[in-house]
C-alpha cells in the first residue's frame, strides 16, 4: 500500500520509525477517541510535492507566483466543506484546531475580554480557556461545567453565568463529552445575553456532517473543527460559518467599511495567527471531505455512534461507572473512582495489554490532570477497521480482565495476545517490506 523505496534508502532511522507505527497501529486496539486510520488516498495526498508551495492569501488571490494548482485543491477543499457541513464559507487553512480556535478569539475578543467556556475537568479543551493556553492567558474565562447528579451540561448554570458576567463570546465546544450539545439554546442565551457564540466540533464533526446529531452552523456565528477526529482526514484545523453568521454579523471597519463576517474570520487565519498554509493537508483535506460526502461514510458514522454505546454498556453491566450514564456520540468517560484506581495506572495496564486509551479528568475530579480518576474511550479508529457490536463487547471484557487485576504480568499477557488476534481479523495496513 506504502511505497518508501526512497526513504528507506535515505533516512532508514526514520523509515524504521514509521514501520513500527504502522505495526503499532496494526497489531492494537486504538480506543482514543480522538484518533482514527486515514484512507491510502488521503495518506497519498499527504505526502505530495504541494508542501514546495508558498501559497499565503486565498484562491486567485495570493501574494505568491505559481499557485494555479494549488488553488484548484483549496477550492475544492472549501466547496467540499461547504457542501458536507451545510455551511456559506469555509476557511480550509487551520493548521490545527488549536489554530482555528486561536484564529476566531482574534476574530472576535481583544486581550482581557471575558468569554465563556467547558471546564476543562468537565470535558472541556486546552484551548476553551486553560490558564497554560493563550485562551486563559489572554483572555478572561469564565468556565461552565457539567451537573454532579447528570453529568449533562447545566444550561441553568450556562445562562446564569452569562446573565451575571455578560462574556463577549460563549463557547460550546468539548473534548471529552458524550452527550450532544443544544447549540439552538447556546445561541439562545448568547442573544440574551448579548453575546457571540462559538462552537468547537473537533470532536463529533463527521457525526455532525453525516446528519446523526446535531450541527452547529445554523446557530453559532462560527464553528471551528479538526479534520482527524471523527471526520477521519488529514491532522489539521478548519472554520465553518453558516448563513446565521453571514447575515447579522458583518462588522464595520474603523474607515466605515463593512467588511463580511466570513472575511473577518479569514483575515484572522491569514495573516492574523498564521502564514504560508500546508497546501498539500489542504489537498488531503480535499480527498477527505470528499469520502465523507459518500453514502458508506454515514453508514460508518451510524455504527461509530452504534459501537460506542456497546462499549459503554458493556462496560456498565461490568460495574463500571460512565459518566453521564452513557454516550449519544463517538466517546463517553469511565469514573473509575469506585474501582480504586487511578486513570494513570489504567492507561498503563492496558496499553501494556496492546489497548491504547488515555487517562483523563472526570468531572469533579480529585485527582491532578497528570493522574486523573478515569479513562476516556471512543471507537472511531477500530470502527474504521471494520469492528462492529460484536467486537465491542469483546474489547469490554479484554479491558474489564486488565482493570480488575492490575498488577498480574499473566493477564495482560493474555490479553494481549487475544488483542493481536483480534486485530489480526481486521486487517488495517499492509507493513512495508
Ligand atoms: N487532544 C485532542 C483530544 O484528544 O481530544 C483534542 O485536541
Same mark, same amino acid.
Given at each position: 500500500m506504502f511505497d518508501y523505496q526512497f526513504l528507506k534508502s535515505a533516512d532508514p532511522e526514520i523509515y524504521e520509525s514509521i514501520v513500527g507505527e504502522i505495526q503499532r497501529e496494526n497489531n492494537t486496539l486504538e480506543l482514543i477517541a480522538s484518533e482514527n486510520f486515514v484512507s491510502p488516498a488521503v495518506t497519498q495526498a499527504l505526502g505530495n *510535492?504541494?508542501?514546495?508551495k508558498y501559497a499565503e492569501g486565498l484562491p486567485n488571490k495570493r501574494?505568491?507566483? #505559481?499557485?494555479k494548482f494549488v488553488d484548484i485543491a483549496e477550492e475544492l477543499a472549501r466547496e467540499r466543506a461547504c457542501r458536507l457541513f451545510d455551511a456559506d464559507h469555509a476557511n480550509v %487553512?487551520?493548521?490545527?484546531g488549536a489554530q482555528a480556535n486561536t484564529a476566531a478569539f482574534l476574530a472576535l475578543l481583544k486581550p482581557g475580554d471575558k468569554f465563556m467556556g467547558m471546564n476543562l475537568a468537565h470535558? #472541556? !479543551? =486546552?484551548?476553551?480557556? $486553560?490558564? *497554560?493556553n493563550i485562551s486563559g492567558i489572554y483572555f478572561h474565562v469564565i468556565p461552565y461545567g457539567v451537573r454532579? +447528579?447528570? #453529568?449533562?451540561?447545566d444550561l441553568d448554570e450556562v445562562e446564569d453565568i452569562a446573565r451575571r458576567e455578560k462574556p463577549k463570546l460563549i463557547l460550546a465546544g468539548a473534548s471529552a463529552y458524550g452527550r450532544e450539545i443544544d447549540y439552538a439554546a447556546f445561541r439562545q442565551i448568547a442573544d440574551e445575553t448579548g453575546a457571540k457564540l462559538m462552537a +468547537?466540533?473537533? !470532536?463529533?464533526a463527521g457525526l455532525i456532517a453525516s446528519g446523526l446529531i446535531k450541527s452547529s452552523i445554523p446557530h453559532a456565528h462560527i464553528t471551528t473543527t479538526t479534520t482527524?477526529?471523527? =471526520?477521519?482526514?488529514?491532522?489539521g484545523g478548519m472554520i465553518l460559518v453558516g448563513s446565521n453568521g453571514e447575515n447579522d454579523m458583518g462588522i464595520t471597519t474603523p474607515k466605515g467599511k463593512v467588511k463580511k463576517w466570513s472575511e473577518v474570520f479569514d483575515s484572522a487565519v491569514f495573516p492574523g495567527a498564521q502564514g504560508g498554509p500546508l497546501m498539500h493537508v489542504i489537498a488531503a483535506k480535499a480527498v477527505a471531505f470528499k469520502e465523507a460526502l459518500e453514502p458508506s461514510f454515514k453508514e460508518y458514522s451510524k455504527q461509530i455512534i452504534s459501537n460506542a454505546k456497546t462499549l459503554a454498556q458493556a462496560l456498565s453491566d461490568k460495574g463500571y461507572h460512565i459518566v453521564s450514564g452513557g454516550? +449519544?456520540?463517538h466517546v463517553f468517560l469511565v469514573d473509575l473512582s469506585n474501582r480504586g484506581m487511578t486513570g494513570r495506572a489504567a492507561e498503563r495496564a492496558l496499553e501494556n495489554a496492546g489497548i491504547t486509551v488515555n487517562k483523563n479528568m472526570v468531572p469533579f +475530579?480529585? %485527582? $491532578?490532570p497528570f493522574v486523573t480518576s478515569g479513562i476516556r474511550l471512543g471507537p472511531p479508529a477500530m470502527t474504521t477497521r471494520g469492528m462492529k457490536e460484536e467486537q465491542m463487547r469483546i474489547i469490554a471484557s479484554l479491558i474489564d480482565r486488565v482493570l480488575s487485576d492490575l498488577e498480574n504480568e499473566d493477564v495482560i499477557r493474555t490479553v494481549s495476545k487475544e488483542v493481536t488476534e483480534l486485530c489480526r481479523q481486521f486487517p488495517l495496513y499492509d507493513v512495508p517490506d
Amino acid at each position: 500500500m506504502f511505497d518508501y523505496q526512497f526513504l528507506k534508502s535515505a533516512d532508514p532511522e526514520i523509515y524504521e520509525s514509521i514501520v513500527g507505527e504502522i505495526q503499532r497501529e496494526n497489531n492494537t486496539l486504538e480506543l482514543i477517541a480522538s484518533e482514527n486510520f486515514v484512507s491510502p488516498a488521503v495518506t497519498q495526498a499527504l505526502g505530495n *510535492v504541494m508542501t514546495n508551495k508558498y501559497a499565503e492569501g486565498l484562491p486567485n488571490k495570493r501574494y505568491y507566483g #505559481g499557485c494555479k494548482f494549488v488553488d484548484i485543491a483549496e477550492e475544492l477543499a472549501r466547496e467540499r466543506a461547504c457542501r458536507l457541513f451545510d455551511a456559506d464559507h469555509a476557511n480550509v %487553512q487551520p493548521h490545527s484546531g488549536a489554530q482555528a480556535n486561536t484564529a476566531a478569539f482574534l476574530a472576535l475578543l481583544k486581550p482581557g475580554d471575558k468569554f465563556m467556556g467547558m471546564n476543562l475537568a468537565h470535558g #472541556g !479543551h =486546552l484551548t476553551h480557556g $486553560s490558564p *497554560v493556553n493563550i485562551s486563559g492567558i489572554y483572555f478572561h474565562v469564565i468556565p461552565y461545567g457539567v451537573r454532579k +447528579d447528570t #453529568g449533562y451540561i447545566d444550561l441553568d448554570e450556562v445562562e446564569d453565568i452569562a446573565r451575571r458576567e455578560k462574556p463577549k463570546l460563549i463557547l460550546a465546544g468539548a473534548s471529552a463529552y458524550g452527550r450532544e450539545i443544544d447549540y439552538a439554546a447556546f445561541r439562545q442565551i448568547a442573544d440574551e445575553t448579548g453575546a457571540k457564540l462559538m462552537a +468547537d466540533i473537533a !470532536h463529533p464533526a463527521g457525526l455532525i456532517a453525516s446528519g446523526l446529531i446535531k450541527s452547529s452552523i445554523p446557530h453559532a456565528h462560527i464553528t471551528t473543527t479538526t479534520t482527524h477526529k471523527t =471526520l477521519r482526514g488529514p491532522r489539521g484545523g478548519m472554520i465553518l460559518v453558516g448563513s446565521n453568521g453571514e447575515n447579522d454579523m458583518g462588522i464595520t471597519t474603523p474607515k466605515g467599511k463593512v467588511k463580511k463576517w466570513s472575511e473577518v474570520f479569514d483575515s484572522a487565519v491569514f495573516p492574523g495567527a498564521q502564514g504560508g498554509p500546508l497546501m498539500h493537508v489542504i489537498a488531503a483535506k480535499a480527498v477527505a471531505f470528499k469520502e465523507a460526502l459518500e453514502p458508506s461514510f454515514k453508514e460508518y458514522s451510524k455504527q461509530i455512534i452504534s459501537n460506542a454505546k456497546t462499549l459503554a454498556q458493556a462496560l456498565s453491566d461490568k460495574g463500571y461507572h460512565i459518566v453521564s450514564g452513557g454516550t +449519544d456520540t463517538h466517546v463517553f468517560l469511565v469514573d473509575l473512582s469506585n474501582r480504586g484506581m487511578t486513570g494513570r495506572a489504567a492507561e498503563r495496564a492496558l496499553e501494556n495489554a496492546g489497548i491504547t486509551v488515555n487517562k483523563n479528568m472526570v468531572p469533579f +475530579d480529585t %485527582q $491532578s490532570p497528570f493522574v486523573t480518576s478515569g479513562i476516556r474511550l471512543g471507537p472511531p479508529a477500530m470502527t474504521t477497521r471494520g469492528m462492529k457490536e460484536e467486537q465491542m463487547r469483546i474489547i469490554a471484557s479484554l479491558i474489564d480482565r486488565v482493570l480488575s487485576d492490575l498488577e498480574n504480568e499473566d493477564v495482560i499477557r493474555t490479553v494481549s495476545k487475544e488483542v493481536t488476534e483480534l486485530c489480526r481479523q481486521f486487517p488495517l495496513y499492509d507493513v512495508p517490506d
